[in-house]
């Protein structure tokens, strides 16, 4: 019995060796190749519970509806699941070919009541003169800021329905005439226009200075060209602290957080309890589209 049981081992044992000799043998099969991309994200698709789509070379599944929620910036608790990388596609959102965070679905999300001088396309072609804006930092903050600068924006013009100042009775104050350019355009034709309201000559004129145009001259052209009026918009965010002591985009970039924004824009009227309706108006904007973006909104949100 005991010799039965060792040949039986050394059979084993040979059997075995004969196994690993041929595995070496063997040339090494190749690792696993990784998944097929699902279809690629779209910020205005509707995904429901088990659906899936590919995201920045990973494939996504929803856990629940979902719709404009960027894969990968809500969370192990949020609604989309890691599954694991995945070879051949799996980009950015296909509805921002322009790179802009904000799709066009979502920017009619955002102003379902705008005034149709206030283009998707108009923004888009404005972003280049400040490419900065929206461009900086991880994900999370170039949609914040997105997100902050449009809420901004859809304060000071309603949600993107008025184009110019409504009180025409302001339109003869905007005019320092101690200024050695003057007014060429006209005592009353500095009034606000565009997204951030531009309003004042020497506005005008530094603003056209930085963008190129000649605006000083011409202001019309704010009310008239969609970019130009989203250009002065960008100027003013990314290079003016007006009452606050940074700029809008440096409060976004540098964690300052959102109600340095409002600081930065009108602060001298509305922050310190100057109009805590008005900063709520812009905190709710804000709030709305970064949920719409798919981010969290940060900290410091009132100023």
Known sequence: MIRALRRRALALAAAAAATI??????????AAA????????????????????????????????????????????GVWSDLGTCGGGGGTDPGTPSGFVV???QFNQMFPNRNSFYTYNGLVAALSAYP??????????????AAAFLANVSHETGGL?????????????????SQPYGCPAGQAAYYGRGPIQL??????????????????????????????AMKTALWYWNTQNGPGTMTA????????????TIRSINGSL??????????????????????ILGVSPGGNLGC
């Open 21 to 30: 000799g041929l595995a070496v043998a063997l040339p090494a099969s190749p």
């Open 34 to 77: 990784a998944a097929a991309c699902a279809s690629p994200w779209s910020s205005s698709a509707v995904y429901t519970g088990g659906m899936n789509a590919s995201y920045s070379g990973h494939n996504w599944q929803a856990k629940w509806w979902t719709q404009g929620e960027t894969p990968g910036t809500t969370g192990q608790w």
């Open 103 to 105: 799709s066009e679905a």
């Open 132 to 145: 900065g804006f929206a461009n900086t930092g991880d994900d999370t903050v170039k949609r914040r800021e």
């Open 161 to 177: 329905v008025y184009i110019v100042e409504q009180n025409t009775a302001n339109y003869p104050h905007y005019c320092d005439a």
């Open 199 to 228: 309003s004042w000559n020497f506005n005008y004129k530094a603003a056209g200075d930085a963008l190129g145009i000649n605006l000083l001259a011409n202001p019309y052209l704010v009310e008239q060209d969609p970019a130009v």
């Open 249 to 260: 985009h440096a409060a976004m970039v540098g964690g300052a957080g959102f109600g340095e």
């Open 270 to 291: 509305e922050c310190n309890g100057g109009n805590p309706a008005q900063v709520q108006s812009r905190i709710n904007a804000y709030q709305s589209f970064t949920q």
